[in-house]
């Protein structure tokens, strides 16, 4: 992995710093209906389907757009205008999907968990159970709220064995959390290219059960967001309905080459796993508190509770990181007073050690001598 760089680390949910390497597969210009692009396209629907298991069953449609534009793209798609989703909530993530369903008038309810809570596989079998009509359930798997890991196999079988359809929010565990379809049913799991694949914004995909895409024509609300017509122009002439971010696709091609050369996604997980090891055990050394306890904590990102010394504040304590050179996440999304630190994308266990070093060092700036909330 290169750096070189002359930007800050970004230390974020996404985008994030990306290589050298992905960042200079975007000089080249590509005629979107050319052989050379489609040649990419097939390849890296072709990687993203075999990298969790999916090549049996399953299909990559990519779409344009953020990681939300491909959600609410599967969720008008593979829900029917007459069928009933239950979605898992522990985070904003959860309630954006019921937001979705909310305003594509599709019937949907929730089940809810606190936001350190992760849902409990027996409760979905048993609200299931008790409501025939519920045909889908759509979950996140890390819910970048917080940063808890879901546990999305548990409750991958207690769908199945209840005989309904699971939709998968992976957005940010893609790529960095191993997943496999052959033995965790899922109709369909949702990602996108800038987190951990470590490309670029702009793109966004799902895998997708071949027969519920095959069986999906006509559910979707949108022309643009219509998974199934996306599918079946690609499967005709390889090539994307309307105009594909090519640059942000050449990106992606060569962000899956760096992955599968660091060792695919156990090696990714191995590397963010070590990255959140170093920022939590550093953090905790400076009195911080995270949300999260280990058990739950994704290797994703780590939120980080408001520390209770009145000089802490948080507005010097982000200006006094960026000039060190690192960006962390401003946004709150948690209920409880927090801030965020991510430890995915291009950077290193070095790296998370001299972000800890800058935190200190912001600290004892500002006169605050404990992270203690
Ligand atoms: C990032 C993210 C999304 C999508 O966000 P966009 O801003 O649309 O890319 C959706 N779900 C989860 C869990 C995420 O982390």
């Given at each position: 992995m290169t750096r070189e760089r002359s930007t800050p680390l970004l230390l974020t949910p996404g985008p994030l710093t990306t290589d050298i390497a992905t960042r200079r597969a975007m000089l080249d210009d590509w005629g979107s209906r050319d052989a050379a692009f489609i040649a990419i396209t097939a390849r890296v629907r072709?990687?993203?389907?075999?990298?969790?298991?999916g090549e049996d069953g399953h299909v990559c449609v990519p779409l344009q757009g953020s990681g939300t534009f491909a959600i609410e793209a599967t969720l008008g798609t593979l829900v029917p205008?007459?069928?009933?989703?239950?979605?898992?909530?522990?985070?904003?993530?959860?309630?954006r999907m019921a937001k979705i369903l909310e305003r594509l008038g599709r019937r949907h309810e929730t089940l809810e968990t606190a936001e350190d809570v992760p849902p409990d596989a027996k409760a979905v079998a048993a609200r299931l159970a008790g409501d025939a009509a519920i045909t889908h359930v759509a979950a996140v798997h890390c819910e970048t709220t917080s940063g808890i890991l879901n546990p999305i196999a548990a409750v991958a079988a207690a769908v199945a064995g209840q005989g309904r359809r699971l939709i998968v929010d992976s957005m940010s565990a893609f790529g960095g959390i191993p997943l496999d379809l052959r033995r965790v049913p899922c109709e369909a799991v949702v990602a996108s290219s800038n987190k951990c694949l470590e490309g670029v914004p702009g793109l966004a995909f799902a895998i997708v059960r071949r027969d519920a895409l095959a069986a999906s024509a006509g559910n979707a609300h949108s022309l643009s967001l219509d998974l199934h017509d996306q599918w079946r122009a690609m499967e005709g002439n390889g090539q994307w309905r309307f105009t594909p971010p090519t640059q942000v696709l050449a990106a992606l091609d060569q962000a899956l080459v760096l992955l599968d050369e660091e060792g695919g996604v156990p090696a990714r997980h191995v590397r963010y796993a070590a990255n959140c090891r170093v920022l939590v055990d550093g953090l905790r050394r400076l009195g911080f508190e995270t949300l999260l306890p280990d058990a739950l904590q994704a290797p994703i990102i780590v939120t980080v509770r408001m520390p209770a010394d009145p000089a802490f504040r948080f507005d010097a304590f982000y200006d006094g990181l960026r000039e060190r050179g690192f960006v962390i996440y401003p946004g709150k999304l948690t209920e409880a007073p927090s801030f965020r630190i991510g430890c995915i994308g291009a950077v290193q266990p070095q790296d998370m050690e001299e972000a800890v070093a800058a935190i200190a060092a912001v600290m004892a700036g500002l006169g605050v001598a404990s992270g203690a909330p």
């Open positions: 072709d990687r993203l389907t075999r990298m969790v298991g205008r007459e069928a009933k989703a239950l979605i898992l909530v522990n985070g904003a993530y959860g309630r």
